[in-house]
């Protein structure tokens, strides 16, 4: 995919929206008590997941974490999907079995996050492993926070992945803090991506709020990936925006450092130099608003009047045979463009 | 003295042993300046300070070995997981080398794993669980799971003397829920007793952890209908009480047998086949069980209820056994 | 036909399903070339080639969860554990990741996790462990333990046909002591159902793996004296056959629950529950559990053949039972 | 320690010792079938645990593998425990209730293996920890093979110990092979030693062959760990010059690399340099070989008669108040003098 205007302007769409759904839901939703659990957003990181799973095509795969909304939205979860998936809701992606960021649909490429973290790493490179089986061309982004790294799935996953060469990219967006600990109590290195070398893969650093870095080293990374070049760690540096959850205080992090992150805010940068350059104008800039302010309402309004599960599907799924309706397998076969 | 909480409680238990005892530290994710993820830790880095309070990387399976390393050492760690959900993550050390260590070499491994368990807050499949049967199918380990204010630091304290590796579930619905004034000084409850929570005459219902409080509710609305429960908390599931369990069912000769956690190899299998092999000749009646069903925790509010067991559900199982 | 051992049965089954289905492959350490440690893939690579017989790391945990994958992918995976013992490094891929999939998002996994267990052989703590439990008590996961040559092949065939994951327990004291002559063709043995492997009127032994041959030895001792054990050999833990063990039960009016397994949260206790529950007015007689003690599994020959259940126990408690 | 003539000759002591035990224990033992359960040597990798576990002072503590038979015997362990312990006798280091290598004994400051490949390597952080803590400038040695460098608790241990400084030495014995499984399938790099810099923390290679080589690096690292610097990773490159175990074939490694390998071999090497630079004399490196079999013999002859442990200790010591004696906690206060 090239990094040209539309490609732009679907970025930061898809930064925006994410932007706005999850504000509704931390700031709205939540505070109003209409959200069932805890809430986790990715304020200040949508760069990320947004300018890596826009390149993504058909049959590809993604292993979002807690702070990726960008890629599910790319792989087609809509806004009314989201919003009923939060307040537990029939309709939601995982019909009220699930909390918040656990969607998955394999007819969409999407695997749900597993809350033990770090542990789709593993899972990302068996699918790869089966795209290379299979000779087919496709790629598994799997992304995860520097907190994650220190799982020790996550290090079974990238050896394996790499000695396998398996087609897969590993994410990492360092945000600075897993929960209220800083990086020099999780790692005794400065940057994520020095990990690749002891699994004999490029790891490389890039500017996590700059949609376009993002882009780039993501980009190499996929088309490596696609060649049969084995996988890729790429860390985007960016920072947590927000508490840890809706209900952390996050009085641990100096106000100085949200200050001078918020000057770096991606999407910001991005609506920046695309109106400077030229190729947006204000006027597009505020319709673009407008127009996801209109989704999510109207999203929003379908969804808080969606049904919630019937009690007793809490006995449905378990095995196969239980199951209300056919097993969603076979993950590619089914899929359909998305975009 | 105030009442406190049972987080509280829990956090008083920590810290008294701490300042009676210098090998005691805590380590886990988030216990420092944070205070861990539910507070349990608060204040506890300032008053015995880094050493004694280790914040740590992700890495469950690590804390729990660097633990054990620790207590090899005479140490007497004490190993936070955020939510209990996690310990998963930590199966192996826990059970392999942990629970081993005093058979296989007699080493002592004198360490406590705790963290937040159970359902009732809307955490999901995964931070909702009820791991308990994992490591009381473990021989090696102790478990503990208290229901009240007063056992819980009593049994986090005896947790802590305790020369064996002590698994201890606290329960996430009752950390601010319940609230006791405690007696003053120095106290444990000892692990390994079952306490008898409501005296009755005609049903034992043997259970532990927050269904303890159902169980009591439960009893007193049969009151009036004249069917007399006896509520027995366990307390400790490793190493059972078995006289105790077994006195209560030779004297009501009914038993129901109650947890949260899902019903297949859960605790009430364990409790069904202790009674009906020592206990036989004394049942006047079959032995039911009230647990979660074979689910994953649901996420969505009427599933996870229709999930957990319900004081409904007790008054309905009684009044059946009590007519048989 | 020639007859075949225990371990060419499941060899057998896998290869079978291998040239039926091309989405079926090998994972694991020493699987390829090697044929795995205990043979059980030798001649796969060379047949089915690289791709589909895949040598990993020493990584349980990424083998269950690029199994994981691969079944998410519509692929049918087949990662073995060198021991059954070190599937505890995989505990939480297998018990949070593949056995909620279905559950919580609709995505099947259908994965087979196999790999020898069981004790007898000198192995120590950690090469003799029988870890079924630890499966039995996760919803979503269907746990599978032969005890013959025909339910070996017919039951892995059937747990790499199933829709869901299963976790299949060889038992590598019968590896190579087993020898049976199979029927020719494609057949399956099924989940789910237990198998009545002497038919008697006195008491029920309820059992599985390798212990069906010591309950089989127990009833031919005891038929000399009039004593007539039913041997059901349950095959499958999840999902359990309750018709057939409650229908034995009823018949015989007395039974003993027996396995391999430590006695603590073991499957006897689930047999127990569901016996007082469902056929609590057939019972005669206190329900017996022969098990393992709890303990780990020693290493030296006299504590081994210690810790073991043998026919002698099963002799000696059926003597009492059909006494009561 | 220095490197001195003294030493080197206690060091040919104890890798001739080892190799005499171990010949034993696969060739004569197991083969007249004495051996309870499996048997796993180190035969060839010799120079690694002696290099590095003869510098250990007092308090120290090791976390040995299942090739580091040099270790024990250096902690203490004697060769009559030994052979107890491999017949499952109640003499052996763990009274039969455990198997092999996995001896274990907090006085002597070993921690017993456990047989999940990397287990130890946590609780070695753990135990290094303690060190800290107590002010003690003490260190473990942390014993692995290049296979169990892909388990999760391999880098969930060396991270924690790198982030904490924790005074300990992981050695790994890179002899080529997991089992059968060939380094390239294991991992995508050429040396382990690069792994180190995954944690921010010194990792070198050495020739695992050269007893010298192995002591000079470890003290290196021993000597950073105790003045506080934390943790390093030393890979001694070496070849398994058996099976995996004494029941394999081994077919699966060409002849030539053995024959190439035994050139190499480390006692040989050590023994030569020693004759050459007239350190020893022909004289004394016979009458050194004929001490070491009287002591095997003599150890031999009353292990052969050690009594089996009695049944009914099956049940005893899973719990403190089941145990026959005190428990052995609070390592170091016992521990004794054992050279
Ligand atoms: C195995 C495991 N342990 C603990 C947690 C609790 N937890 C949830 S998110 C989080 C912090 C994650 O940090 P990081 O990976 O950096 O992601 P971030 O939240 O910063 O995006 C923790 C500790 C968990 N989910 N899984
Ligand atoms: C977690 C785990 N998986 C599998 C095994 C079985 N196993 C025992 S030794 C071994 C190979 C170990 O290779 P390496 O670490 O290189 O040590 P080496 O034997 O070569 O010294 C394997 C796979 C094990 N012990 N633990
Ligand atoms: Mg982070
Ligand atoms: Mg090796």
């Not at chain 1, 079995?97 to 490429?109: L, P, S, T, V, Y």
């Not at chain 2, 049994?155 to 329960?171: G, M, N, Q, S, T």
Request: proline share 5%; glycine share 8%.
């Amino acid at each position: 995919m090239e990094l040209n205007q539309q490609t732009l302007l679907d970025m930061l769409y898809y930064m925006k929206l994410t932007r706005e759904i999850e504000t509704r839901i931390e700031r709205k939703l939540y505070r109003q008590g209409k959200i069932v659990g805890g809430v986790y957003v990715g304020r200040g990181q949508e760069a990320i997941a947004v300018g890596s799973a826009i390149q993504l095509e058909k049959d590809d795969c993604i292993c979002p974490s807690h702070r990726d909304m960008g890629a599910f939205l790319i792989r087609g979860i809509t806004p009314r999907e989201v919003f009923a998936q939060y307040m537990g809701r029939k309709t939601g992606v995982t019909k009220g079995k699930e909390a918040n960021m656990h969607m998955g649909d394999m007819r969409r490429g999407i695997v749900a996050f597993v809350s033990m973290l770090a542990d789709t790493v593993p899972v990302a490179a068996g699918i790869a492993m089966t795209f290379k089986m299979r000779k087919q061309a496709n790629v598994v982004l799997c992304y995860f926070g520097d907190g994650a790294t220190s799982r020790g799935d996550w290090h079974e996953g990238l050896n394996l992945a790499s000695v396998q060469k398996a087609p897969v990219v590993y994410i990492c967006n360092n945000n600075c803090y897993a929960y209220s600990t800083p990086l020099e109590k999780q790692m005794a290195v400065k940057d994520v991506a020095v990990r690749g070398a002891a699994y004999g893969m490029p790891g490389v650093t890039v500017d996590g709020n700059d949609v376009a870095e993002v882009f780039r080293a993501t980009r190499e990374a996929i088309s490596m990936a696609r060649r049969g070049g084995g996988p890729t760690l790429i860390e985007c540096k960016t920072f947590r925006m927000t508490g840890h959850s809706a209900h952390d205080d996050v009085k641990y992090v100096e106000k100085e450092l949200f200050e001078e992150w918020e000057k770096k805010d991606p999407i910001l940068r991005l609506e920046t130099s695309l109106l400077e350059s030229k190729t947006v104008s204000q006027e597009a800039v505020k319709k673009l608003a407008a127009r996801i302010t209109r989704e999510i309402d109207e999203a929003l309004a379908i969804a808080e009047n969606d049904p919630f599960p019937d009690p007793a599907e809490t006995l449905d799924g378990v095995y196969a045979d239980q199951s209300a309706e056919a097993p969603l397998a076979f993950a590619n076969t089914f899929f359909s463009q998305v975009r | 003295m105030a009442a406190v909480t049972y987080l509280e409680a829990i956090r008083q238990g920590i810290w008294e042993e701490m300042e009676r005892d210098p090998t005691v530290f805590v380590l886990g994710e988030d216990v420092g300046r944070y205070g861990g993820a539910f507070k349990v830790t608060e204040g506890m880095i300032e008053r015995f300070g880094e050493d004694r309070v280790v914040d740590t990387p992700i890495s469950e399976s690590a804390i729990v070995g660097a633990a054990i390393g620790a207590a090899l050492m005479g140490m007497r760690p004490i190993a936070e997981m955020q939510f209990a959900d996690f310990i998963s993550c930590a199966f192996d050390q826990i059970t392999n080398f942990a629970a081993k260590c005093r058979y296989r070499w007699n080493a002592g491994v004198p360490l406590v794993i705790r963290g937040p368990s159970g359902g009732g807050v809307h955490g999901g499949p995964y931070h909702s669980q009820n791991p308990e049967m994992y490591y009381v199918h473990t021989p090696g380990l102790k478990v503990v799971a208290p229901s009240t204010v007063y056992d819980a630091k009593g049994l986090i304290k005896a947790a802590i003397r305790d020369e064996d590796p002590v698994v201890y579930f606290e329960h996430k619905f009752l950390y601010r829920r319940l609230k006791e004034t405690l007696p003053e000084g120095d106290w444990t409850v000892p692990i390994g007793k079952a306490d008898v929570k409501r005296a009755g005459s005609d049903i034992s219902v043997i259970t532990y952890g927050a269904m303890v409080h159902l169980a009591l509710e439960a009893a007193a609305a049969l009151a009036n209908e004249g069917i007399d429960l006896e509520v027995v908390d366990l307390r400790t599931l490793v190493p059972l009480d078995k006289e105790r369990i077994l006195d209560s069912v030779k004297k009501t000769s009914k038993a129901i047998l109650l947890h949260e956690d899902v019903r297949t190899g859960g605790m009430a299998g364990e409790l069904a086949a202790l009674i009906v092999e020592e206990a036989f000749e004394y049942l006047d009646g079959p032995i039911m069980r009230i647990t979660a069903p074979d689910t994953p925790v649901p996420y969505s509010p009427p599933l996870e209820e229709f999930f957990l067991p319900k004081t409904s559900d007790i008054i309905r199982v009684a009044r059946r056994l009590a007519a048989y």
